[in-house]
């Protein structure tokens, strides 16, 4: 059996304060005709990245509105995870396709996590990135209704990977992006949903914390809050590009001249990648005692992050592809500016001077952040605005409603 994630309660009403009791009543109706419908997401870590934290509020709430929801995960060793992290890059554009071996060790562990898969007879089965993305080839579709839940940015994939992945989709009733631009070329399927993710404001990442909190946390993980600091928090992955960011603050710390930089990085299950970038950031850094390096497996979680989100000066977020990224989000529901690359699903959070500032280089990233150091009335007008945008678009139960919606339409009647 595939290993289940518990994800504990929560109820829909704890979001009337942050969305509306209008939302909330929209929820409560999206999910009447589903109510009893079973739903399985099946994904490759439960920590470590955005769709673990959608999916650990997600899954909850769709309990509370009256669905069986339940969240599994694939299994693998760092080989099979090796090899899905060349396919999650290859997706992304980078040149290096896989081997044969490569290939075979991905097929032979698919099917290993297929015959795994219980046959509890789901209405729903939601498959999120390349990772599990075999399973109902290999599985069989049963009777349930399946979809493809892509979070990166395909728009341009290595011609090789897509053609290795490609044929798997045949099994899928639809697939979800976050951008229309992330489609692929000749995309198998003609059912393809629009649905961009969300940030939770009930999560520990994001509930108020009051600024005495705040600073008592980051005095404890060594951040001299006396001081200003910048922070980016992500994957250690080059696509987050760590080494930019460092040039960057050096750039901007001319300026400011006692700017502290924060790097938080979340090491998942399927990325072993991720050692490799933090130890070639530790190697450019050791000499620089106001660059912090932390990872949610050196005591820097949820708590920590929210605390460097409301406290930094401004948030960078300088990725070379970006799928959403919901720090960008999580930064500016605290109303914190932002100066981010524009990438991906980024441009759908931010517009220059509402929640931050897009930029495309090293130099322009660094004079940002020092134009905002330098304007402590501007980062709270531009920060101001930003919270605005995400209360709109960006929170949870707008993606809960956007989900119940693609059930109720796909399943064609009442399950």
Known sequence: MLESVDVGSQSVDAYRASAGDETVEVLRALAEPLRGARVLHVSATPYGGGVAEMLRSEIPLLRDLGLDAHWKLIRGDDAFFSVTKSLHNGLQGSPHGLTTDEEERYLTQSARNAEALDDDHYDIVVIHDPQPLALPELHGRGEARWIWRCHIDTSEPNSQVWAFLRPFLAGYDAAVFTVGGFVPPDFPLSRIEIIPPAIDPESPKNIEIDHQLATRVLDWIGVDTTRPFV?????????????????????????????????????????????????????????????????????????????????????????????FGLVVSEALWKQTPVVASRAGGIPLQLRDGAGGYLVDSVAECAARVAELLGDADRRRSVASRGRDLVRDRFLLTRLVADSLRLYTSILGSQP
């Open 231 to 323: 922070t980016q928090i992500s994957r250690f992955d080059p696509w987050k590009d760590p080494l930019g960011v460092i040039d960057a603050y050096r750039l901007a710390r001319r300026e400011t001249p006692d700017l502290q930089l924060v790097l938080a990085g979340s090491m998942a299950l399927d990325d072993p990648q991720g050692w490799d970038i933090y130890h070639t950031i530790h190697d450019e850094t050791r000499d620089e005692p106001d660059i912090h390096v932390f990872t949610n497996l050196t005591g820097v979680g949820n708590i920590e992050v929210n605390a460097l989100q409301r406290l930094a000066a401004v948030v960078i977020q300088k990725s070379l592809r970006e799928g």
